[in-house]
């Protein structure tokens, strides 16, 4: 089938609202020189002019309900960049701030000899959530490029979230070849001398598993934690 790209764009289907409106215009103009129509032709005209009427409103209600689609999905991308702006920069800071009280808890039990068990689940917070600083440093930006059409926003975002997706089940990976082994003796261990460990276990082997960045974080502060209720 041959596209007709040598028509204006309006008259390419959808129509641009209006087109029918000159249609009508061109065929009302028509029937003003024809004195003395017949009754059957009146009624014909005035059907298609009625049809007429009917496809502009159609047309017109489409290309409104386009536009207010096209201006949905430019505020929900607005919000979406604010959003992820705000999520990475408070994941950033929470990182950060979590990794100072880490290396503060280590330099208190600097001391202890490397076998304890205090000392070890410390340290492992310290190692992880500093693993977890350095890779939110590479983190890709999540819905924070802006696109110019619905079509290239919904083919970015998706872009974007598939390359998010590779990055956090990378890091699940990283962490598990990393840690996984330490976390799961050290907890166990914590375990065994009566630490409420609550379902810690679980989670962290859950979260790696499918790269969930704040519940490894989560991970990493508890162990710090369950290391501080140990006795020096």
Same mark, same amino acid.
């Given at each position: ?93 929470? @990182?950060? #701030? ?6 503060? &808890?280590?330099?208190?039990?600097? =001391?202890?000899?490397?076998?304890? !068990? $205090? ?48 990055? @956090?089940? #990378? ?6 070849? &990393?840690?996984?082994?330490?976390? =799961?003796?050290?907890?166990?261990? !914590? $375990? ?41």
């Amino acid at each position: 089938m041959v596209s007709a790209s040598w028509l204006p764009i309006c008259l390419h289907w959808p129509f641009c609202p209006g087109v029918f409106i000159a249609v009508l215009a061109v065929l009302a103009a028509a029937v003003t020189f024809w004195e003395k129509p017949p009754r059957l032709v009146k009624v014909i005209f005035t059907f298609i002019f009625l049809i007429l009427m009917s496809c502009e409103v159609w047309m017109m209600s489409k290309d409104r309900n386009a536009h207010d689609i096209a201006e949905q999905t430019a505020r929900d991308t607005e919000r979406q960049h604010f959003e992820a702006t705000m999520t990475r920069f408070e994941n950033l800071q929470r @990182t950060s #701030e979590d990794l100072k009280e880490a290396k503060i &808890r280590v330099q208190r039990i600097a =001391a202890k000899p490397v076998e304890s !068990l $205090k000392k070890r689940a410390l340290v492992l917070s310290e190692n992880i959530l500093q693993f977890l600083a350095d890779r939110a440093q590479t983190q890709p930006q999540f819905g924070l490029t802006r696109y110019n059409t619905r079509e290239e926003t919904t083919a970015g975002m998706a872009r974007e979230s598939q390359e998010y997706e590779r990055y @956090t089940k #990378e890091t699940g990976s990283i962490y598990l070849s &990393r840690f996984g082994v330490q976390v =799961a003796e050290i907890l166990g261990e !914590l $375990k065994a001398r009566g630490i409420d460990i609550g379902s810690s276990e679980l989670k962290c082997i859950w979260a790696a598993d499918v790269g969930n960045t704040l519940t490894l974080r989560e991970c990493g502060v508890n162990l710090g934690l369950f290391g501080e209720r140990l006795p020096d």
